[in-house]
């Protein structure tokens, strides 16, 4: 009885633990970019974070970019959370992202405020996460068929007027 009462008593802390709105929110974040976009048509760009709650809590997280899209976050692990999103090449760019990330009563009011056509940046988020994205190589500037195109025509130019001269 003593056993069943003691994982009674644990199963209701972890209960609690995830239904209570996360307190005193710090998170901490790696990215990374797509590196090599020699043949791709878009950028991938993910930003990994562990949040840790004050009180324990283990939200479900949404996340908002810039553009205005708000997506689920993905848990990856304990504390652990995973944020993704790819761009067209062209349109990619290096620089800092700032991600508004919204508990699921963020999240609420934040889509009723644009069902009702308000500001968003009004609507308090949970923490915001800031990351870093780099550009991609994006091949060389001169194709190598260019190179070799001109060093043939130079080996070509060369052999011509040695020849000329050698016969004159």
């Given amino acids: 009885m003593r056993q069943f009462v003691s994982a009674l008593l644990i199963s209701l802390f972890v209960a609690s ?8 929110p710090k998170a901490t974040v790696t990215s990374f970019s797509t590196q090599d976009a020699t043949i791709l048509t878009q950028l991938a760009h993910v930003g990994e974070f562990t949040l ?5 809590a283990k939200p479900t ?3 908002e970019f810039p553009c205005g899209k708000v997506v689920p976050v993905a848990q990856v692990g304990d504390e652990k959370y995973q944020v993704s999103w790819t761009e067209e090449i062209k ?7 700032v991600v508004r990330l919204f508990d699921e009563d ?5 889509r009723k405020v644009q069902r009702d056509g308000g500001k968003v940046s009004n609507v308090k988020s949970l923490v915001d996460i800031t990351v870093s994205t ?3 190589y994006k091949g060389p500037w001169v194709k190598a068929e260019l ?4 060093v043939v025509g130079g080996i070509a130019y060369f052999a011509v007027t040695t020849k000329s001269k050698v016969q004159q």
């Fill in 17 to 24: 633990a995830y239904g209570t709105a996360c307190t005193s």
């Fill in 52 to 56: 840790k709650c004050g009180n324990g």
């Fill in 61 to 63: 997280l949404f996340a």
């Fill in 91 to 97: 349109k990619g760019s290096s620089g800092n992202v």
């Fill in 106 to 110: 963020g999240y609420a009011n934040l």
């Fill in 134 to 136: 780099k550009s991609a």
């Fill in 147 to 150: 190179v070799a195109a001109l």
